[in-house]
T-cell receptor, first 112, second 114 residues
């Protein structure tokens, strides 16, 4: 079945460092891909999305490009802030019914 | 506008008991999905409902059931609770199922089974 594998955490960075969180997927068909973020004490929020190959999703300085040839959707940010500390989930949407399939999450901690 | 609301926020149950969790979608949204998030893991899909009909079911035992009401709110029921059912239960709503309709998540219900 469809699945998502993402880089294990926790990841600890200094403020203004470059961030990459790797994500690869296995799917039949042409799924949509997402990054969701879960800030401490808050609910899941959609960070960005891409619905087809070579699409780039972006939001709040974060970017991810849908790479069909490598089945990847890596999350990047050029300069992280303390406020980016959260758990990040790479997510695939099932093409038929629309259910979401989550990776295991990567906890990011940014130190001042 | 109010987001997705869930009740209760927390609850503690004993093994073997039954529990009902409730979800109210965003106004105008007709689809509700339920997910289970065990500590340290990503959410796992349990059910999806649209217009009161079940549209999808994840790999969960028959102890888990759900329904959607005419006002599009939803309940998730879990019977014969096991310790392993301890988790954060998330409800998500969307206008419809599938693309391009985004799922919006509620804050979750934290269930502890002792």
């Amino acid at each position: 079945g469809d699945s998502v594998t993402q880089m294990e955490g926790p990841v600890t960075l200094s403020e203004e460092a470059f961030l990459t969180i790797n994500c690869t997927y296995t799917a039949t068909g042409y799924p949509s891909l997402f990054w969701y973020v879960q800030y401490p004490g808050e609910g899941l929020q959609l960070l960005l999305k891409a619905t087809k190959a070579d699409d780039k999703g972006s939001n709040k300085g974060f970017e991810a490009t849908y790479r069909k040839e490598t089945t990847s959707f890596h999350l990047e940010k050029g300069s992280v802030q303390v406020s980016d500390s959260a758990v990040y989930f790479c997510v695939l949407r099932d093409g038929q019914g629309g259910k979401l399939i989550f990776g295991q999450g990567t906890e990011l901690s940014v130190k001042p | 506008d109010a987001g997705v609301t869930q009740s209760p926020t927390h609850l503690i149950k004993t093994r073997g008991q039954q529990v009902t969790l409730r979800c109210s979608p965003i106004s105008g949204h007709k689809s509700v999905s339920w997910y289970q998030q065990v500590l340290g893991q990503g959410p796992q899909f349990i059910f999806q409902y649209y217009e009161k009909e079940e549209r999808g079911r994840g790999n969960f035992p028959d102890r888990f059931s759900a329904r959607q009401f005419p006002n599009y709110s939803s309940e998730l029921n879990v019977n014969a609770l096991l310790l392993g059912d301890s988790a954060l239960y998330l409800c998500a709503s969307s206008f419809r199922t599938g693309e391009p309709f985004e799922q919006y998540f509620g804050p979750g219900t934290r269930l502890t089974v002792t």
